[in-house]
């Protein structure tokens, strides 16, 4: 009798939003069939955005474990369209962003050079990190708006496309994301979770290389819950039959030294030449490396990364970069012509008021700063000057002078006021300079590659 | 310079919904500002109601502190009208709600006839728990849509008025509870005692006497709640300057014998006769000796209670509640002919199975039985049935033998094969009867006076 009114209860006809909420909100167990319900009466209509917020604070303060997760991963990510690529060397990338952080433009087209294919679905920037679409953006004529079709055909014949989210990508994490952005329910490993990987999972990759960012420019500011955040995305991603590699990197200061569209283009292409910042460089070819090794392509990370620095000693990354800017409408000659990328018609040098170390460049302060000079995105609407941004002439650890340059400001003529202000708030306490030498944090503190038993 | 930036924080302007729910949601105290901030941009529609879910869903599991309550109250108070009545023995009560509690229309004629001036602003039922305005509806003719003048009129003149909760009294707890209601955030002391004390507090009363049911008929089930519930009345009674008394009182089974609404006038009018039955009769005196105690009409809780009693032997607690049928409408002969109340036609009567004592009478499962003989409702809109519902014949620790009637269904022709229904899931758990005699709850477990400073 018991037994008979449970198997009732499991039943979706019994369901109810409120039991479900309810359940969630005393640190309960969801089931896979309570989750499906949930999210496609969201989708359907049938459950009100209160109720989903409500369930997302449920959530946010209760959690989920790797179970939960999955099936809300698997239902977000079936309520849209799933793209299949075959063959075992279709690898992705993502990384939880930053500032300055670009290196999507540099692994993508190494990892291509070295045989992977890379289909790259990327989002656009909100708040102090930018996004890799709005980058790509800076290239005359690029387009990321191609039809699925031409998406798949590049990835198959060429290695590498670069297009922007689109509304058939698991619309259910839009909806979702646009409700936990109001309600303060963002910063949830499982939600998280969900989110990048239903995102992840629909464009077909069969390995994917997890770029978890900590510091005080990243979404996961403390470590222990960016190793959390790691964790829960390869749980997830094995269960789904993934290769996985994920590696927590340093955002407590900004990546390389260009923050701000074309400058970060410059400064991609600059690497892809052999050149450019040694922190930025390091980080692209260590995740390249991880693509090539998840791909099948090389025995141990190591070989990984001695290929992906062989494509770009000897040229190919570029040509595939710049194949790829020809490919998708953009001007390719950008690649030897840095005047041909918008770029502000102002320069200021912020001058370095005293003797000693650099201690600390906030990433936070700095990617704001460069939202507020029209580089990044306030609100979803906010139009986004590609020109303007910052050129970092020093790192954390970094010795500098009194009256030497810390920084260049590319800003335009209405500006001034502006630029003044952040000179102050840069000066003041963004970046600190001491007399001691620091410790510098690690770039990369961990990597951890777990293969998928379906691969096996 | 801290404390300058400090100072601004605190200011309205730099409010966000998104950082008043992020500050709840890690436990943090709200201040009254934000707090103020919040729930008029709810009323002003500033705030969406997916935004207010998720603050309530962090408020339910993080908790607020009496001083937020108390906030949260005073706003939800003033988003409507607010009545004043001069000199102190104005005194209401209100109860958490139960089965078969009807203790208003015995506690009110009685506390008036007292001296007390009563104004009573009621709710309907929803769910398994009866509301008083269904109750009085029984009686043929009584309005309870009088208007506020009217009330506050015949409240000063007669001592006694009792109408339905409008829109215009606390409407934001009105948009709130039907949020809670939906979002499985109901049961969460401060939104209980901010929603209970912004009307309470509305209509004008110096003194409120607060009957908080404890028990699985009760929206508190653990007495611990219940306690703790009692506790944050009290407080922000007492912070409002109100003359506070709780009463923590059993519902594991239903108070007095009769459920379903003209039963249960029936047996208010009974009590009011000096008749009835006794665990009703006893809750009612209790209740209005400490209104007259409150009141400043009795020195002593027992001495109220005597005074109550007195009124009802004298017959003129009866006269004041026939004055007041009369005065709203109402058909004042019910007092002496039960057929003027609307009864179902029908009677069954359900035999006991079993010798023995009885050990318990499930009063949700008896409260939800009413319903679904049409004697509450199950959603906002449904009528109420005022002929149908129960009179138990026997109570917890009863010696009862096979064969006898446990209690009498009062229902409609058409519902035989509900009754069967009823009768199998009242003998088959919802009744229990065991050889042993039982342990009886008491019917008061404990009673606090607290007199407000301002008041003193």
Redesign the interface.
Do not use: H
């Given at each position: 009798m018991s037994q008979e009114s449970k198997d009732t209860d499991s039943s979706t006809q019994d369901f109810t939003?409120?039991?479900i909420?309810?359940k969630k909100?005393d640190g309960g167990k969801l089931s896979s069939e309570e989750i499906k319900w949930f999210i496609s009466g969201l989708t359907e209509g049938r459950i009100?955005?209160?109720?989903?917020?409500?369930l997302?604070?449920?959530i946010?303060?209760?959690g989920m474990d790797t179970e939960e997760t999955a099936a809300l991963t698997d239902f977000m990510l079936y309520s849209g369209k799933v793209l299949t690529f075959e063959g075992q060397n279709v690898i992705d990338k993502h990384s939880t962003g930053g500032v300055g952080d670009k290196t999507s433009f540099i692994l993508a087209p190494i990892a291509a050079a070295c045989g992977v294919k890379v289909p790259m679905i990327s989002g656009r920037g909100l708040g102090h990190t930018g996004g890799t679409v709005d980058k790509s953006e800076a290239i005359p004529g690029f387009k990321t708006d191609l039809p699925f079709e031409d998406f798949q055909k590049y990835v198959i014949e060429h290695g590498i496309c670069m297009i922007g989210q689109t509304g058939e990508i698991a619309p259910a994490d839009k909806k979702i994301y646009a409700?936990r952005d109001?309600?303060?329910?963002i910063e949830s490993i499982p939600l998280i979770t969900a989110s990048i990987m239903s995102k992840k999972l629909a464009e077909g990759a069969n390995g994917l290389v997890m770029d978890v960012k900590t510091g005080h420019g990243a979404f996961m500011e403390k470590k222990e819950d960016a190793k959390k955040l790691a964790e829960s995305l390869t749980a997830t991603g094995l269960r789904f039959g993934r290769n996985m590699m994920t590696s927590i990197t340093d955002m407590s200061q900004p990546l390389g030294h260009a923050i701000g569209n074309s400058l970060e283009i410059i400064e991609c292409i600059e690497i892809l030449k052999g050149k450019g910042p040694s922190d930025c460089r390091d980080l692209s070819l260590h995740l390249a490396g991880g693509m090539v090794l998840l791909a099948g392509l090389a025995k141990t990370l190591e070989e990984g990364i001695e290929k992906a620095k062989a494509v770009v000693a000897d040229g190919s990354a570029l040509k595939v970069f710049r194949d790829m800017i020809e490919r998708q409408g953009g001007d390719p000659e950008v690649c030897e012509d840095y005047t041909k990328l918008p770029l502000a018609q102002e320069k200021t040098e912020i001058l370095s008021n005293a003797n000693g170390y650099i201690h600390r460049i906030d990433a936070l302060a700095m990617g704001l700063h460069c939202v507020d000079l029209g580089g990044g995105r306030k609100v979803q609407s906010d139009a986004v000057d590609p020109g303007v941004g910052f050129v970092l002439h020093k790192k954390v650890g970094d010795k500098i002078e009194a009256g030497e340059s810390l920084l260049t400001v590319y800003h335009n003529k209405d500006q001034q006021k502006l630029v003044e202000h952040l000179k102050d708030s840069i000066l003041g306490h963004d970046i600190k300079i001491d007399s001691k030498k620091p410790d510098v944090e690690p770039l990369i503190y961990e990597t951890h590659v777990n293969w998928s038993q379906k691969n096996v």
């Open positions: 939003a409120y039991s909420i309810a909100r009100a955005d209160y109720q989903m917020s409500a997302l604070m449920a946010y303060l209760r409700l109001v309600t303060a329910t």
